[in-house]
């Protein structure tokens, strides 16, 4: 008798994690679908580089709803495929996230290359972009207290003077206070995003 209540226990609480789990992979899929309509103005992928972020929580929100679900009904229904399945699933995640964390080792270098490379792009692309696009820029300047890539001489041409940076650089951030101040160590931040990020 006690080992069929013990059962019982388990059956209920692998119901309610899994019912957990369903929500937040349905929460994700519309927090992803929120965020790509309020980037691009429309759920339509036009740019994939510009949609990444939007795409990867959507695709996470996805198989986090249909790992889940074949838990929830399977431990509801005692549905011996529905649990072999999530069973099979979970094992195929965890086994994913042993490869990912031993290629992010391997290819560790590779991959910081990447990421500088695509924050360059993000300093060069700046004077023509869109305000949303500067706006986040700034603010990852403004929160990681940092000032380009690589140095603060990274946003040489930002300005014809040469010497110009954007107001997100400096340590208290007003209008034109990034003027003729790229090398202005009281007034910008000398410290590059690789340093400050964590990268």
Known sequence: MA??????????LLFIFNFIFWLCGFALIVVGVMVQVSLHKTFLIQDATASAAPIVIIAVGVLIFFVAFFGCCGAWKENHCMVTTFAVLLSLIILAEVVAVILGYVFRNKISKVVQDSLTDMINNYQNS???????????????????????????HFNPDGKTVPDSCCMNVTKNCGKEAMTDASKVYQKWILAGGGF
């Open 130 to 156: 869109s305000k949303e696009f500067q706006d986040a820029v700034d603010q990852m300047q403004e929160n990681w207290k940092c000032c380009g890539v690589n140095s603060s001489s990274d946003w040489r």
């Open 3 to 12: 080992v069929e209540g013990g059962m019982k226990c388990i059956k209920f």
